[in-house]
């Protein structure tokens, strides 16, 4: 019977074939990957994962390792698995997105899950939990997987992020050497500690939000976005702005199909905070204009007395599959360097100074 109860952890699986699919796990997890699927399961460990019935549910709290191997032809760089313990109960099912990756053909990589899920009290036999592959972005922005998730464009936003800013620290290695390297590391430190800290998590919108008041959204002009913030507002109480509604227009001669808004307050002490950026699906033809009505809301974990909201361009994709990103120029002209959160690859190459020192980060870019 399961219990909640610390479960004993177990160092390696078997792998077996079933049907269309590449299975491996226990009576606990299950990893389903497709027979052609460039990664395979080297390893895993269910570690520190419990779970407990509440009420009528099962909470399972996922403390999982999994070691994976590229078995393609193509160095990977982006990962996206989806984490199942029931489809259609609420917070049953969820994701794990591992960018910044170079994982040439042959070499394992380690994936770290850590997710809380629910789903009916277990009856039966079956795994807890199952863990399928939703997608894979290899070195020339070729994609593997059912893309259920959306994963190919943010997988590509972050590999085209990744790409920026190495090129940016090479660049600064090449021009001002290992000490302009060191300052430039250390100015992106500091930003990163400077940053307030503001919990904000996106969440269903309300229908009656109490105390609310509308606010008029400062669209800032990002220097050479195909897209065009015009204006937008929102309602905002002490702790949530809901219905954000933001009009956009085409300047490109492209048909875009997603367009990321990127959202900053600024309260009455005078901080600047990011609040993150959300993606919209939209339609929109060359030299077209939209109205994007948002359909979540943001939630802050203390009350926040916002005196002024700003949006702007985070992201656009193509209808062809093509992204724009910003460039770090962009960023800097209108001061959200100093403001948004660091790309992912960004943070890890600054880890990479901060625990290894200079010589590692400069042997570090110097592999791509």
Not at 40 to 59: I, L, N, P, Q
Request: glycine share 8%; charged share 25%; net charge positive.
């Amino acid at each position: 019977m399961f219990t909640s109860t610390r479960l004993a952890s177990f160092a390696a699986v078997m792998l077996a074939w079933t049907g269309a699919a590449q299975v491996a796990g226990t009576e606990k997890l299950r990893i389903d990957f497709p027979p052609e699927s460039p990664v395979s399961v080297v390893s895993m460990d269910w570690g520190a994962s419990k779970a407990e019935a509440r009420g009528g549910a099962m909470v399972v709290e996922l403390d999982t390792s999994l070691t994976l191997r590229n078995t393609g032809q193509r160095a990977i760089r982006g990962v996206t698995l989806m984490v199942l313990a029931q489809e259609v109960t609420p917070g049953g099912k969820a994701s794990v997105t591992v960018p910044s990756l170079n994982v040439a053909p042959g070499e394992v990589f380690p994936v770290r899950i850590n997710l809380r899920l629910l789903r009916p009290l277990q009856r039966g036999s079956g795994a807890l939990v199952t863990v399928s592959l939703d997608g894979i972005l290899f070195d020339d922005l070729s994609f593997y997987g059912p893309n259920r998730l959306d994963s190919r464009r943010i997988l590509t936003v972050f590999e085209m992020e990744a790409r920026r800013d190495r090129e940016y620290f090479k660049r600064v290695l090449a021009e001002r050497g290992p000490e302009g390297l060191q300052r430039e590391v250390l100015l992106s430190l500091a930003r990163q500690s400077e940053r307030p800290r503001v919990g904000i998590r996106v969440a269903r919108r309300v229908t009656n939000l109490e105390g609310a008041q509308e606010y008029q959204i400062a669209a800032l002009a990002v220097p050479g976005a195909p897209v065009e913030a015009v204006s937008g507002s929102a309602r905002m109480n002490l702790r949530m702005a809901d219905a954000p509604r933001l009009v956009l227009r085409n300047l490109s001669r492209k048909k875009v199909r997603h367009v990321a808004l990127g959202w900053i307050f600024k309260d009455m002490n005078g901080r600047t905070i990011e609040a993150g950026t959300v993606p919209a699906k939209v339609d929109l033809d060359p030299g077209g204009v939209v109205e994007v009505r948002g359909d979540r809301a943001l939630h802050f974990s203390q009350p926040l007395m916002v005196e002024s909201m700003s949006g702007y361009i985070g992201y656009v994709e193509f209808a062809d599959g093509e992204v724009w990103i910003p460039s770090r120029e962009d960023l800097a002209a209108l001061g959200l360097d100093r403001v948004i959160s660091p790309s992912p690859e960004e943070q890890r190459l600054t880890n990479i100074y901060r625990r290894k020192g200079l010589k590692a980060l400069i042997e570090e870019l110097n592999r791509f």
